[in-house]
Every structure is written in C-alpha cells, then in structure tokens.
C-alpha cells in the first residue's frame, strides 16, 4: 500500500517540474519587460537630444543646404 502512495506522489512530482519551469520563465518575461521598458525611455531621450542638436546645428548654418567642398578647397560636384 506505501509503495502504490509513493509511485502515486512520485508520478506527481513529474508535472511540478514543468510547473516550475513555467513560473521561472514567467519571471524572466516579466524581468526582461521591465528592463526594456525602463531602457527604451532612455534611447527616447537620446534620439530627442540628437534631433534637437541637429536642427539646432541646421538653423544655425544658414541656408541650411549641404555644400560638397573637399579638403584641397575645389568643388565636389
């Protein structure tokens, strides 16, 4: 009789495994969530102050046209 309880319980332990698994990659998810969402503020903010550094730097240079001179002096066209 114990032994057909312990091949019983034994069985049963078989699924707590895959249960276990389960939670523990839940928890990663959740983890790997949250570290993508506190990341992702942070390159928003980067890209913004790139942008406003570059229209900056286009209004500040006149025309704003791009002119293609190379190093000796002469025209790049």
């Known amino acids: 009789m114990l032994r057909a309880i ?5 069985h049963q ?12 990659t839940g ?4 983890i ?3 570290i ?5 503020g942070g390159i928003q903010g ?3 102050t790139a942008n406003t550094t570059l229209v900056a730097g286009n209004s500040n240079s006149g025309s704003g046209s791009v ?5 000796r ?3 790049g066209h």
């Not at 332990?13 to 523990?24: F, K």
């Not at 928890?27 to 959740?30: F, S």
């Open 6 to 10: 312990y091949r019983f319980l034994k």
């Open 13 to 24: 332990d078989l699924g707590q495994d895959v249960a276990e698994y389960c939670l523990i």
């Open 27 to 30: 928890l990663i998810v959740l």
């Open 32 to 34: 790997a969530s949250g």
């Open 36 to 40: 993508f969402w506190h990341v992702s």
């Open 46 to 48: 980067m890209w913004g």
């Open 67 to 71: 002119s293609t001179t190379d190093t």
């Open 73 to 75: 002096g002469t025209s």
